[in-house]
C-alpha cells in the first residue's frame, strides 16, 4: 500500500520513520549492486506491506557510474546538484530520502510554513539556506536527517550503507503515533528537471534573492564608509583643535618678542 495512504489511515510515529529510512537505505543498497541510482525517492514512491517499506517507480533511474544525467524527478524532492547540474548519484538519492523523513517528523518539507510558499520554499533549499530543526524529535534521529540533507554532497553520508547503521543504532525514540496530512502539491509531480516553467521561477526567484543580497551588502558598505567616515571626521576635529588650543596657549621662551610680535628665542 502506499504509505501516504497508510500513515494517513493509521498515522505514524518516530519509530516508523526509523523503519522507513533503514528499509530504504536497504533498497539502495541493493540498487548500488546493480549500479542503479533511483532518481525520484518520495512518499508516494514508497510502500508498506505491513512489515517492511518499499521502494517502487523505477521510471525515473539511471543506470551506470555516478554522474549520470537525469531527466525527470519531483521539485519538492530533488537534490541542489540534479537541480543545477542534472547529474544524479547515490547521494542525492540519500538527499531525497531524508527529505521524506524530514516532511514525515515536522509534517512539511523544509521552509513550507509561516505563509511561505513551496516554490519559495523549494528556492531556500537551492540556495543553500540551512533546514531547520525540528522541535520535540528525537536528537539523534535528526541530526541523521539534517545530515542526509546536507545541501553539499560531500557533507552528507557517504553511503546509504553509513546512514543505515546510523540509523540502527539509535537509541530512544518517540513511538507516539500522530496523523499525517497527505499533500496534493503540483511540486510532488514527476516532472522533467528541464521543466520550462520550473527553470523560469527558479531563476526569477533567484533574481529576486540575488537582487536583495546585493542591496543590503551595497548597504553594509555605505554604513560602514559612513561610520569609518565619521570616526575620521571625529579625529580630525580633535587633532585640529588640539593644535589651535596648543597655538593660543603657547609662551615665548624668556618673554624675547620682537616689533613684529614674534618669539625670538623660540615657544616653549
Do not use: W
Not at 59 to 87: A, H, I, R
Not at 110 to 128: H, L, Q, W, Y
Not at 217 to 224: D, T
Amino acid at each position: 500500500v502506499d504509505i501516504n495512504q497508510y500513515f494517513a489511515n493509521n498515522g505514524f510515529s518516530e519509530s516508523d520513520v526509523v523503519k522507513l529510512g533503514i528499509d530504504i537505505c536497504s533498497a539502495l543498497e541493493a540498487c548500488k549492486g546493480i549500479n542503479v541510482i533511483h532518481n525520484d525517492i518520495k512518499l508516494s514512491n514508497i510502500f508498506y506491506d505491513g512489515y517492511n517499506f518499499k521502494l517502487g517507480d523505477f521510471g525515473s533511474s539511471t543506470y551506470g557510474s555516478d554522474n549520470n544525467l537525469v531527466y525527470f524527478g519531483t521539485p519538492n524532492y530533488l537534490s541542489p546538484e540534479v537541480c543545477f547540474k542534472y547529474q544524479t548519484s547515490e547521494s542525492s538519492d540519500i538527499y531525497s530520502l531524508g527529505l521524506v523523513m524530514y516532511n514525515l517528523l515536522a509534517g512539511h518539507l523544509p521552509f513550507v510554513e509561516n505563509g511561505i510558499s513551496e516554490d519559495m520554499a523549494f528556492t531556500k533549499r537551492m540556495n543553500g539556506e540551512n533546514i531547520p530543526y525540528v522541535n520535540g524529535v528525537s536528537n539523534e534521529l535528526m541530526n541523521v536527517v539534517l545530515k542526509a540533507c546536507s545541501y553539499r554532497p560531500e557533507n552528507r553520508f557517504t553511503s546509504a550503507s553509513e546512514m543505515k547503521n546510523l540509523l540502527m543504532s539509535i537509541g530512544t525514540v518517540n513511538n507516539q503515533r500522530t496523523s499525517m496530512v497527505v499533500s496534493n502539491s503540483k511540486l510532488d509531480d514527476t516532472v522533467s528537471v528541464f521543466d520550462n516553467q520550473l527553470i523560469a521561477n527558479q531563476m526569477k526567484m533567484n533574481y529576486e534573492i540575488n537582487l536583495k543580497k546585493d542591496r543590503a551588502k551595497k548597504r553594509r558598505i555605505f554604513n560602514n564608509l559612513l561610520r569609518n567616515g565619521i570616526v575620521i571626521a571625529i579625529f580630525l576635529v580633535f587633532i585640529i583643535s588640539g593644535s589651535v588650543i596648543y597655538l593660543f596657549n603657547r609662551e615665548c621662551d624668556l618673554g624675547f618678542i620682537n616689533k613684529n610680535g614674534r618669539c625670538v628665542a623660540g615657544y616653549y
